[in-house]
Each structure stands twice: as structure tokens, then as C-alpha cells.
């Protein structure tokens, strides 16, 4: 474990080296990082502002869900998005092998390779939009709520994580299917609604949807008690 | 014959990957599905709204261009367009044409799609145009992807001068999403909101395509969108013919 530990804080920092090697690209990635975090806030603000419950949500609360989303994807696609899309093509390319050769574990190269740096705005964008929301709008939150949002939100990062991978293995049968990546990325988008939406359409499509429906909406429930 | 050749071929393609075309056709899908189940919880389920996300969906399918990706990173980044330069049909043509197979595979989806949802649920799609209006139709839903498709192209031809136009497309998908109609119908926005939109080109291959399709625009209406459209497709066709002029002088390739 100590040795894995000490590899990851080597590629944090070989990431971090590749930002200077490479600063348009990166200013270009926080950009559109931006870009998507601002976006979905207007999106839930233009759907509330046609209704004021969902599903038992306050459209106040359905905005927390949003941003709930937007820190979780932040983390998520900082640490583990990347790597994902670049399966494809070492699958394609035959470079799979040359990972099974090296004396370390195969899902650990897979999955944490490159840190996207840049996609961590959404994060720090999403936790200063959610400060200033639950102060303007008075919600009272305690050190244990808040203590409890973040394991959750740690654990739903660790959820969408499994969610991902089960879909990529399919890329070693299908290495072509490169687009898979942007179904997951839409998949994700499930996490910005609240979980009672998915049981409205019947149990068993609730069951395939349950795992992505929780990573947010869960967190946030703990946060609002 | 050339074009048909050139057609044959770009058809091959396509239909070589077909999976990857229907995770293409689940993306809309599921965003939009998303949305008429959200509404569903606010009491806002009437078959009206549920049809709206179903021809979005379609409409998405059939008018939404996504040349620009090929163009800029393909083509002018890693410098494909040199293959392109030395055939005898203009780039805009050949980039037209090889989407046509793409579409064609989309609506044979498409058709399916519908087909199942009316048998299985008659009522989620109300679709009440005249049969007078049809011809009207499907002028607008060319009009609409040659709108998508042109404006798309101009977006790739800006890697001419920038290396990496993906921030701006990613912003401009955004601004698509929202200014065509995407997150709900344009009626329900905000008036300012709802200005705008009707002064870019987004709505005219988004949301009017869509409401077209719904019957709900009358005859006159249905000559004014393609007014409009024309106007539009009019000034796109000179900046993208501007920006391939200028673009092309910045544009080298080299190789052993």
C-alpha cells in the first residue's frame, strides 16, 4: 500500500510538470471545466423556475442536488475520467500488453495514471457555489452534516468509479467503442436528479439506475437532516 | 458516378460501425428521457411535453451536425485535409456527403424508435400536422442540419489559427443546448431568454424543427421559420466561405 501511495504522489507530481509543459491546453480544459459547472447550474435554475416541487424537492433543494453533482464530478473526473478515455485506445493500439508486463497492478494503471488538474475548478467552483447558496437561503447545517456529506460524497465518487469500469471492460471485446465514454458521461447525469425520480419508473429499471441515482442525492439528504 | 462512389464508400463506413452509431442515438435519448421524467414529478406530464422530448430527441438525431471535431483535429491538426485538397470535389461537399450515410443510418433508428413507442405507448407522442404541412416539414429539417452543419464546419476551420478549439466547442455546445430549445421548450423561458434565442440560428435547427414536427406553428408560421433559416444559412455560407479562403493561406503540411 505504502509503495502504491508513494507512486501515486510521483504521477501527482509528473501531472502537475505537464501543466507547465502544456498551459493553453490546460487554461483551454479549466475553461470548459467552467463552462460545464456554470451550465448546470442555468439548467436546474430554468427548470425550477417552471416548478417549485419535485418529487418532494424545494427547487432550493433540487439547486444543492446540482451542485452536489458538480463536486462529485469535479473529483471524479479529476482523478479517474481521463484515464478511462484513454483505454480505448490502448486496447486498439495493442498497448494493453505492455501494462500486463509491468510488476505493478494492472487496475491501478488503468485508473490512475493521469490527474487532471484542471477539472478540479468544477470542484472548487461547485464548494463556493454551495456555501454562498446554504448561507443566502438559511440553512442551518452542523459540523456532522457536513462531516457526513463529505464521506458521502467520497463514497460516491467511489460508486461512479465501479460504475465506469464495468462499462470499460467492455472496450477489451470492443475496442472500437470508443464512444462509450460519452454514454458514461451521460449516465452521469443521472445523479443530478433526485433519487425518488428513478422510482416513479417501476422497480426494476429503479435497480439498474440505483447506483448512479445515489451518488449525489444522498450525500445532500445527509447534508439538508 | 463520382458521387455516388464517394457515397458508397462513406456509407461502408458507417455501417461498418453500427454499435457505435447506436450509442450516438442513446446519448439524446437518455438526456431527454431524463427530462420527461423530471417533469413528471413536478405534475407537468401531459403528452405534449412528453412528445416535445421525443422529437427533440429526433429532431437531434436528424439536424445536429457534429462535423466539427473531424474538421479541426483530423483534418487541419494532424493534417488529413492535404488528402482532402488534392481530390476533385470542394471540402465542404465532401464533409456534406459523408454525413448523409450517418443520417440515413440515424433515421433507419429513429423510425424503429418511434415504431416501438407507438405500439407500446400510443399516447407519449402527439404529432398533429397537415398533411398540407409536410412538404413545409421537411424543407425545415434540411434547412435546420444545413444550419447545424454549416455553422459546425465554421467552428472547425477555426483551428486554422487556434491549436485547440475544444474549450470554445465545448462552450459552444453549451450555448447550443440552451439558446435551441434543449432543457425545454422555448415558450417556457424567460422573455429575455426567449429573445435571444429567437435572434441566433440554434433555434432554427432545434426547437422550430421540433415544434414544426408537433403541428403547433401555423402555415404562415412554417414559411416564416424557413425565411429565417435562409437569412441565417445565407450569412453562415459566407463566413464559412470567408474563414476557408483565409484558413486554407494559414494551413501547412509536410511530410517524407
Known sequence: MKRYIRIYKAIIKINAALILAYRANFINHIFSSFAWGVFNVVLILLLTSKTKLVFGWRSEELVIITIGYIIVTGVFYSLFAH?????????????????????????????????????????????????????????????????????????????????????IAMLMWYPNLNNIIELLYTLNGFARYPTEMFKSIGIAPFLVFLPLSIIVATPVKVLLQ | MKWLRMLALYFERVFEYRLRSFIWLMLPLINNFMMILFWSGAGINTPAISSYYILL??????????????????????????????????????????????????????????GVLLIFFPHALTISPSIFHIPLIIIIFVM???????????????????????????????????????????????????????ILPFAYSGYYCVAALQGIVPLGGLFGIIAVQGVWLGVLLIINNALWVNGIKEFTAVGQ
Not at chain 1, 510488476?103 to 467552483?125: E, G, H, K, Y
Request: glycine share 8%; proline share 4%.
Open chain 2, 57 to 114: 430527441t429526433v429532431g437531434g438525431l436528424l439536424t445536429t451536425s457534429h462535423v466539427e471535431l473531424e474538421v479541426s483535429d483530423t483534418d487541419i491538426k494532424q493534417g488529413q485535409l492535404v488528402n482532402h485538397l488534392t481530390k476533385p470535389i470542394s471540402y465542404f461537399w465532401a464533409q456534406l456527403l459523408s454525413e448523409v450515410p450517418y443520417r440515413i443510418l440515424q433515421a433507419l433508428y429513429v423510425s424503429g424508435m418511434i
Open chain 2, 144 to 198: 435546420g442540419y444545413m444550419l447545424s452543419f454549416t455553422f459546425k464546419l465554421s467552428l472547425g476551420y477555426l483551428s486554422f489559427w487556434f491549436k485547440d478549439v475544444r474549450g470554445l466547442t465545448e462552450l459552444v455546445t453549451i450555448i447550443i443546448i440552451i439558446f435551441s430549445g434543449g432543457i425545454m421548450p422555448l415558450p417556457w423561458y424567460p422573455s429575455l431568454l426567449q429573445t435571444i434565442s429567437n
Open chain 1, 83 to 167: 484515464n478511462f478515455e484513454n483505454f480505448s485506445r490502448v486496447i486498439d493500439r495493442g498497448e494493453f500488453d505492455s501494462l500486463l508486463l509491468k510488476p505493478l497492478d494492472t487496475q491501478f494503471q488503468i485508473s490512475m495514471m493521469r490527474v487532471s488538474f484542471a477539472s478540479l475548478i468544477r470542484t472548487v467552483f461547485g464548494t463556493i457555489f454551495l456555501i454562498w447558496w446554504l448561507s443566502s437561503h438559511h440553512f442551518a447545517i452542523g459540523p456532522f452534516q457536513v462531516a457526513g456529506f463529505i464521506i458521502l460524497v467520497g463514497l460516491g465518487v467511489i460508486v461512479m468509479y465501479s460504475v465506469w469500469f464495468l462499462f
